[in-house]
């Protein structure tokens, strides 16, 4: 859970880590925390282009320089930060931390996004089955339907993989 909630501060925001991560604190206060992982930045990089370059293979360097259009900054972060520095945490493997932004991005309507960690899961070992499941689980939350806009960029996913 702690994993979960550490890595949504890239998704939701810092201060939602913050908030779930307390209240997290009070229902398990005798809970050992992590040690602090090495924050060795070359490191991080290294491992956050080889995490990166399995999801997005060969489009790869395209969406870097896409991202380097109008943001050199969030091109490095992506990177450093989200591959490397979180999505390549230990606690989590990167198939459950993968699921794990799905349902995040789902629910927060993120499509574009949403895609790209379909794909992400799928390069990580989820099959469809069970982006699927995490999909649905969503409606499990509340009264509201949750699961439809990732119900519906799975489906688009599926038909551009050629697997509907």
């Not at 050992?32 to 080889?50: C, Q, S, T, W």
């Not at 991202?67 to 050199?72: G, V």
């Not at 927060?108 to 790209?116: G, I, N, W």
């Amino acid at each position: 859970m702690y994993e979960t909630l550490l890595q949504n501060y890239l998704f939701a925001g810092y201060p939602s880590s913050l908030s779930s991560l307390k209240i997290l604190k009070e229902f398990y206060p005798n809970k050992r925390l992590p040690e602090i992982a090495d924050m060795n930045l070359y490191h991080f990089r290294r491992k956050g282009e080889v995490r990166c370059k399995k999801v997005y293979g060969n489009k790869f360097e395209k969406l870097i320089r896409n991202i380097n259009s109008f943001s050199p900054e969030l091109a490095e972060w992506l990177v450093l930060e989200g591959y490397g520095k979180v999505l390549g945490r230990a606690g989590l493997s990167f198939k459950e931390r993968e699921l794990c932004i799905v349902a995040v991005l789902a629910v927060m309507k993120f499509e574009d996004q949403l895609y790209s960690h379909i794909n992400g899961s799928k390069k990580a070992g989820a099959s469809v089955e069970e982006i699927q499941i995490v999909i649905n689980n969503l409606d499990l939350l509340g009264k509201k339907n949750l699961s439809g806009i990732g119900i519906k960029v799975l489906t688009h996913y599926r038909k551009e993989k050629g697997m509907i």
